[in-house]
């Protein structure tokens, strides 16, 4: 999986096929849903929020 820098760059990529936009798409998806600090679960991302909940 990608770093955060990465994706940072990756946003502005260029591609040359569809298929290379799909996967940068993809992959920006992942990091969004998965990876990005949320504003819902207290500036955290899912998988910490997670751990947050079950240590509580």
């Avoid at 940068?24 to 899912?46: A, F, H, S």
Wanted: charged share 25%; glycine share 4%.
């Amino acid at each position: 999986m990608k770093n955060k820098e990465i994706h940072k760059i990756h946003i502005y990529k260029s591609c040359n096929t569809f298929g290379d936009l799909q996967d940068e798409i993809n992959d920006y998806l992942v990091y969004y849903n998965q990876y990005r600090c949320q504003w819902g679960l207290k500036k955290m991302t899912p998988e910490q929020f997670r751990n947050h909940l079950q240590a509580a």
